[in-house]
């Protein structure tokens, strides 16, 4: 009997654990998946632990319970060194892992274009870290600004549904909180979104990206378009017409790139902004044995956007066509369903898409059925996960004894 193909995956965000998942199932595989944290979550609410109007609580799944489910072994840690001759990795911990394949889920981060001071003074959610020391110094920036009977201006870049939903989620963070309100809100929050485009939510239909600018200036908030950011310092953004917009609470929610990781794999095909290129296989051009799914690879045919719909799809992929490569055989290529899109603004109404003209929501029930189907394909994830009876069980609770914002009021 011949020895177990060694697999080694490294990332575990939507994609990754769904390829772990389903690969720690084979018998001829010996699976084991890299993460830097501890924890599962789902990356497109990221926006909702940085407003801490999600808790960590039953939606952040530690990676010892999936590994001993799926069968596979989890590895903390992060990659530093990337050997494809001798077909190991070694992480920071100093830990060396050999593979015989490899599947890069490394995911993405926000793209700073090299604008000077971006770096050094705003604050990014590209993981979970960073969600939580954001929602540390907004919470921290509520209770002084209150204190000192002053205004709180916040300063978000990056119309997409990122910046969007997050803007959005932190006036409800304000809205649910105990001793807080709609009203301290009006008079505390002095916010703005600042995009470079001509519309926010540009993968939108037009439609809904001025529906949604309303639905954002209806909560006090200044949408600011054509405003290309050149600068930043610890008082707020400088834009390029010369304007110098005030923000003492500055995020970065522009741009996509891959993570930096991807470097460590020399010798492969990259995009320019980090993605590996993959064949229609999901296999690196130039080596078979390496695949890459999600927001760090790229199949320059028929290019996806970064999402976690494409992510997921890879993933699951992943776990029937690498069984195949093993066996000696050419998996089918990967194709791609568009479902759509959804974005929700908090409790304050939400649009979906289903292709690039037709779009639903807002309006009716504030969008109630973009919003449901937002919050249902996270509770889809979470019950491939979990099982369908523990994911029905903790939204029953959540929704039934929602957790209020912890803001000090």
């Known amino acids: 009997m011949s020895a177990a193909a060694r697999v080694l995956v490294l990332g575990g965000g939507v994609g990754g654990l769904e390829a772990a998942a389903a690969l720690g199932r084979h018998q001829n595989i010996s699976l084991t998946l890299v993460d830097r944290s501890p924890v599962h979550y789902w990356k497109p609410a990221l926006h909702e632990f940085a407003a801490g109007t999600m808790q960590h609580q039953g939606n952040c799944i530690p990676f010892t319970e999936t590994a001993a489910k799926f069968g596979f072994t989890f590895v903390q840690g992060s990659p530093t060194t990337v050997n494809r001759d001798n077909k190991t990795v070694t992480l920071d911990t100093g830990a060396t892992l050999p593979y015989d394949y490899l599947v890069v889920a490394l995911g993405s981060r926000a793209n700073d274009f090299g604008i000077p001071g971006i770096v050094d003074h705003c604050m990014f959610i590209d993981n979970l870290n960073d969600a939580d020391t954001l929602f540390a110094t907004f919470r921290e920036a509520v209770q002084k600004a209150r204190t000192a009977g002053e205004k709180l201006s916040i300063g978000i870049v990056g119309g997409g549904a990122t910046g969007v939903q997050l803007i959005a989620e932190l006036c409800k963070s304000i809205d649910?909180?105990?001793?807080?309100?709609?009203?301290?809100?009006?008079?505390?929050?002095?916010?703005?979104?600042?995009?470079?485009?001509?519309?926010?939510?540009?993968?939108?239909?037009?439609?809904?990206?001025?529906?949604?600018?309303?639905?954002?200036?209806?909560?006090?908030?200044?949408?600011?378009?054509?405003?290309?950011?050149?600068?930043?310092?610890?008082?707020?953004?400088?834009?390029?017409?010369?304007?110098?917009?005030?923000?003492?609470?500055?995020?970065?929610?522009?741009?996509?790139?891959?993570?930096?990781?991807?470097?460590?794999?020399?010798?492969?095909?990259?995009?320019?902004?980090?993605?590996?290129?993959?064949?229609?296989?999901?296999?690196?051009?130039?080596?078979?044995?390496?695949?890459?799914?999600?927001?760090?690879?790229?199949?320059?045919?028929?290019?996806?956007?970064?999402?976690?719909?494409?992510?997921?799809?890879?993933?699951?992929?992943?776990?029937?066509?690498?069984?195949?490569?093993?066996?000696?055989?050419?998996?089918?290529?990967?194709?791609?369903?568009?479902?759509?899109?959804?974005?929700?603004?908090?409790?304050?109404?939400?649009?979906?898409?289903?292709?690039?003209?037709?779009?639903?929501?807002?309006?009716?029930?504030?969008?109630?059925?973009?919003?449901?189907?937002?919050?249902?394909?996270?509770?889809?994830?979470?019950?491939?996960?979990?099982?369908?009876?523990?994911?029905?069980?903790?939204?029953?609770?959540?929704?039934?004894?929602?957790?209020?914002?912890?803001?000090?009021?």
């Open 176 to 409: 649910e909180a105990r001793g807080l309100g709609p009203s301290v809100r009006k008079s505390l929050l002095n916010a703005v979104l600042i995009e470079t485009g001509p519309r926010i939510l540009p993968a939108f239909p037009e439609a809904v990206s001025s529906a949604a600018a309303r639905q954002l200036e209806n909560l006090g908030i200044a949408v600011r378009t054509e405003a290309m950011v050149v600068g930043a310092d610890e008082t707020g953004f400088s834009l390029k017409s010369g304007e110098h917009i005030p923000a003492s609470l500055r995020v970065w929610a522009a741009g996509v790139r891959a993570s930096d990781a991807t470097s460590l794999l020399e010798g492969l095909e990259r995009g320019r902004s980090g993605q590996l290129g993959v064949t229609t296989t999901l296999q690196t051009t130039q080596d078979p044995t390496v695949f890459a799914i999600g927001d760090c690879s790229r199949i320059d045919a028929a290019p996806i956007a970064p999402t976690a719909q494409a992510a997921r799809q890879q993933g699951q992929y992943i776990g029937r066509a690498l069984p195949e490569v093993i066996a000696g055989k050419t998996p089918a290529p990967f194709a791609y369903n568009d479902r759509g899109a959804v974005v929700a603004l908090g409790d304050y109404n939400g649009w979906g898409m289903l292709d690039a003209k037709r779009s639903f929501g807002g309006g009716l029930l504030s969008g109630l059925a973009a919003r449901l189907i937002h919050e249902g394909l996270y509770r889809q994830h979470l019950a491939g996960i979990l099982g369908i009876a523990p994911t029905a069980c903790s939204t029953l609770r959540e929704h039934l004894s929602p957790v209020k914002p912890d803001l000090g009021g």
